[in-house]
């Protein structure tokens, strides 16, 4: 098996589409071979490209309280890989970011993923994840029917504001989906 490290920088120094992307290259994930979650999530936006770190906007925030967890429990890579589809931000598309390049997760996701040797519980945030690990679908009804992927996988919407909206329109999620996906996040830790 090679090296994280190797692969991390065989990853930084990635210009596969950097033509592409707006702000340039810059790689943003957190993995250790020790992680017991994954987060499978879409790509990058702005502010996690300048910052650096993932999820360090608003949608980070609202994940980590669905999560039930702290921002130092997430930002604890023996905890949690954060690992999306696409690695670098991909820029502004009709309504919102553009999607993840498809380039990238053919190039770094299976090699990445090779590398957690202890994971217990995934959790695919958004379409594009969902349709990358289960197959085609809609996110809406993989979210209503999460517990067909249980005990080792939850389907989440992206935690973005628009989120929100469904939310409003989807009760059941909070009532139903919150309880399960926070005792699966603390059974995955122990």
């Known amino acids: 098996m090679e090296s994280l490290d190797s692969l991390l920088d065989e990853i930084r ?12 290259p810059r790689p943003v994930l957190q993995i250790s ?10 790509a990058p936006g702005t502010k996690v490209h300048h910052s650096g770190v993932p999820f360090d906007d608003a949608s980070g925030d609202h994940l980590r309280e669905w999560l039930g967890v702290s ?5 604890d890579p023996a905890k949690f890989a954060i690992v999306p589809m696409g690695l670098c ?3 502004r598309g ?12 053919p190039l770094w996701r299976g090699r990445l993923l090779n590398q957690l040797s202890d994971l217990r519980l995934t959790l695919l945030i ?3 994840a969902q349709i990358a690990e289960l197959g085609p679908g809609k996110m809406g009804e993989r979210v209503r029917n999460f517990r067909e992927h249980l005990p080792s996988v939850i389907p989440l919407p992206h935690p973005s504001w628009r989120s929100r909206h469904w939310i409003a329109q989807n009760p059941w999620f909070v009532d139903e989906v919150f309880p399960v996906l926070r005792k699966a996040v ?5």
């Not at 210009?15 to 992307?21: F, G, M, N, T, W």
């Not at 009709?94 to 993840?100: I, Q, R, V, Y």
């Not at 603390?186 to 122990?190: I, M, N, S, Y």
């Open 89 to 91: 931000y991909p820029g």
């Open 126 to 128: 958004g379409s594009y």
């Open 13 to 24: 120094a990635c210009r596969v589409c950097s033509e592409a992307l707006p702000l340039g």
């Open 71 to 75: 921002r130092q429990e997430f930002y």
């Open 33 to 42: 071979p020790s992680a017991r979650i994954l987060i499978a999530s879409q």
């Open 94 to 105: 009709a309504s919102g970011d553009a999607p993840p390049r498809s380039e990238c997760a």
């Open 186 to 190: 603390r059974e995955a830790l122990a």
